[in-house]
């Protein structure tokens, strides 16, 4: 329970470096920072089908999905090459998010 929790936590920092960059280094870090979201959800998100427990209310899970709102929510609209580089980033990771679920094993 405890490591859920520090994931989480973690994971909620990961969205805050995002912002704290300038919009090239947004874009740069992008990536790395999906890749580190998209591990802890594939993680956090699996469970047998027999299991009854509710996993987007785990600490990692809730964490993951509230830094990918706060990620997608960053614009640059007075940077257009900027967004448009930093908008194929999120297509890219949501691509891989969708993928996983996809082919997600069956049990």
Do not use: W
Request: glycine share 4%.
């Amino acid at each position: 329970s405890d490591q859920l929790e520090l994931t989480g936590v973690a994971t909620n920092i990961l969205a805050s470096v995002v912002s704290l960059c300038s919009p090239a280094g947004a874009v740069s870090l992008a990536p790395t920072i999906f890749y580190l979201l998209t591990a802890v959800l594939q993680t956090g998100a699996t469970k047998s089908c027999e299991n009854s427990e509710i996993l987007a209310d785990s600490p990692p899970v809730a964490a993951a999905l509230e830094a990918l709102q706060r990620i997608v929510s960053n614009r640059y609209p007075g940077l257009p090459n900027l967004e448009e580089k930093y908008n194929q980033v999120l297509h890219s990771s949501f691509l891989r998010i969708l993928d996983l679920a996809k082919t997600a094993p069956r049990s």
